[in-house]
């Protein structure tokens, strides 16, 4: 394969974040262009993954930046390329431009002493968001620097390297390493240099073991776990109406970054860990224990909310609502003996299983708790069985314990309806009279009741008991989603771990959504639901495939094929009898 010697940095300076990584693989594939990656480089670069291209005079250092997409790292670049960055009223940051462009110059000076035409562009990767990069563009190309910014998941990418020790290029390779480890040297003078890892990805068999094998094997002699809403321990808040990119595996250091909330334990208001939850049981008698869910408040509710996509209604609804809570908190301050508005949180979601009820549920009462409206935010998640119990008095007691969890935060009462029984004897209708005479106790102001359910039987146990209407008034409608809305979700699920589908597999993934669409039956589609329990199909099926046949690329097992893609039961419309 010919190169054009001219062309390796010409390449990299018209690449974007759509086209980079693709860039990237023919570098790999480019056998006269040597690559290899160092994991860190002193003396500006130490923290940072490093990729070196380096062909006839030209050299390329690529930086990748894995600080994190949160807000934090939402900001201006200096004007001066300075490795620190000094904002009015704001504390000091460290710049990766500015370490790339010290790192570019001090490269560029120690190969020119060996060939004077050697040319050195420095390219910078990054996750966050730098606003005026624009303006900058024209100074970055000035000094040999470009900047690719607003990446993902740089810690995961993959980057292949052609560590070919014959080609005469590696040299130059050396003689950067050699120059920062003689620069550390001279930076610290009362010691040891800090030691440049010289950590190469090689190009070796990857599975020769057969650890790879083993793992999945012992993966697929479980039995598959058919995700439920709000069982998999994540509630729906990674699926419903386009929910997060949303939130990464806490099994390593990433986990932080990975979401993009890196410092966000660090809170602005409070911290988390203050917060002490109640036990999650509770004793209907001395005979009967019974567990109730009790989710902890989360650190950023703003911000959540702000991701839900397809729900303007409801972000417009929670703002006010909480915008008013907020202004009667400061006018209680203001003027104690003013009279105040009344502001009911009671609240009714209403919608089918799979569309967010629950994650909504937990972002209103952390913002409550931030509006001041809570003492602690928390969500004591309940149904029909909590309360109902085998023994008189048993409901009483029950709603007693329960309150008493939920002091502070949000009692989520989960399919309320089925409180509503046929039956005047039905003990679920004494629970919503102790409810009542509850919430009519003015004492019992630190706590939010949000009853959840379909939306025709809700409105039938609204209406039958004349109270629940006015202490109810907010109510939030959650509908069902769109093919469109579900098939983003399923981009934004599938990007979550990484995988890619092919052009076929993702044709073939519509038509299946399109059809159990037509096909289902209204009153028990899953909504996200079903996109959770389709995906867990043909991560199944994938696995397998990969098992059996092995790739020989370990790329290739992040790509799914139409081989994978098999399709779940779906209930279907009862078919009616009669005319």
């Not at 039905?426 to 509850?438: A, E």
């Not at 099926?541 to 790739?551: I, S």
Request: charged share 30%.
């Amino acid at each position: 394969m010919m190169y054009n010697k001219n062309r390796l940095i010409n390449d990299f300076k018209v690449q974007t974040k759509t086209t980079i990584w693709k860039h990237l693989e023919i570098m790999a594939a480019c056998y006269p262009v040597y690559s290899t990656r160092l994991k860190g480089l002193a003396p500006f670069l130490q923290n940072y993954d490093v990729y070196i291209y380096a062909y006839d005079t030209n050299v390329v250092v690529m930086c990748l930046d894995s600080c994190g997409s949160g807000e934090k790292n939402i900001y201006e670049e200096s004007e001066t390329l300075s490795p620190i960055i000094y904002s009015e009223g704001c504390e000091p940051r460290i710049s990766a431009v500015g370490k790339l462009a010290e790192t570019v110059q001090l490269v560029k000076e120690r190969l020119q002493k060996r060939n004077d035409k050697m040319k050195v562009l420095g390219v910078l990767l990054t996750e966050a968001e730098i606003t005026n990069s624009y303006e900058l563009s024209q100074l970055w190309t000035a000094n040999n620097i470009m900047v690719i910014d607003e990446l993902k998941r740089l810690k995961h990418k993959q980057i292949e390297v052609n560590m070919d020790d014959t080609l005469e290029c590696k040299a130059y390779v050396d003689i950067i390493i050699d120059t920062a480890d003689e620069f550390a040297a001279s930076m610290n003078p009362f010691g040891e240099p800090k030691k440049l890892v010289k950590d190469f990805i090689k190009n070796e068999d990857w599975d020769d073991d057969g650890v790879f094998a083993k793992m999945l094997n012992a993966f697929l002699s479980k039995d598959m776990e058919i995700v439920d809403e709000e069982e998999d321990g994540t509630t729906d808040a990674e699926f419903d109406h386009g929910f997060h990119e949303l939130p990464e595996p806490e099994d390593e250091e990433e986990s932080k970054e990975d979401t993009g909330d890196e410092d966000k334990e660090e809170e602005d208001d409070y911290d988390m860990n203050d917060v002490v939850l109640p036990v999650g049981e509770i004793e209907q008698n001395l005979n009967v224990s019974v567990k109730v869910e009790i989710l902890r408040p989360i650190a950023n509710p703003r911000e959540e909310l702000d991701k839900l996509v397809g729900c303007e209604d409801i972000k417009k609804r929670m703002d006010e609502l909480v915008a008013l809570t907020s202004y009667n908190k400061m006018m209680r301050e203001l003027f104690p003996n003013r009279k105040q508005h009344e502001v009911s949180l009671h609240s009714v979601f209403l919608g089918r299983p799979g569309t967010g009820k629950t994650t909504v549920c937990k972002i209103f009462g952390s913002l409550l708790r931030q509006a001041g409206a809570l003492s602690k935010g928390h969500v004591v998640m309940c149904n029909r069985g909590t309360f109902i119990g085998t023994l008189w008095g048993d409901e009483e007691r029950a709603m007693n314990q329960v309150l008493e969890k939920a002091k502070g935060g949000v009692l989520m009462i989960d399919e309320a309806y089925l409180l509503n029984g046929k039956h005047e004897s039905d003990p679920g209708k004494l629970v919503i009279q102790l409810l009542m005479n509850i919430l009519a106790d003015e004492t019992q102001r630190d706590i939010a009741v949000v009853l959840c359910g379909y939306k025709e039987p809700m409105q039938k146990l609204l209406d039958s008991n004349p109270g629940l209407q006015s202490r109810f008034p907010n109510k939030f409608e959650f509908p069902d989603f769109t093919v469109n809305e579900l098939l983003e979700i399923t981009r934004r699920r599938v990007k979550e771990y990484g995988y890619e589908l092919t052009p076929t597999a993702w044709e073939k993934y519509i038509d299946i959504l399109k059809q159990a669409y037509q096909v289902r039956d209204a009153e028990t589609w899953g909504n996200a639901r079903y996109i959770a329990n389709q995906l867990e199909r043909i991560y199944i099926q994938h696995a397998t495939r990969c098992v059996k046949h092995q790739p020989k690329d370990k790329a290739d097992l992040l790509v799914i094929i139409p081989d994978d893609i098999v399709p779940i039961e779906v209930p279907r419309k009862r078919a009616r009898i009669g005319f």
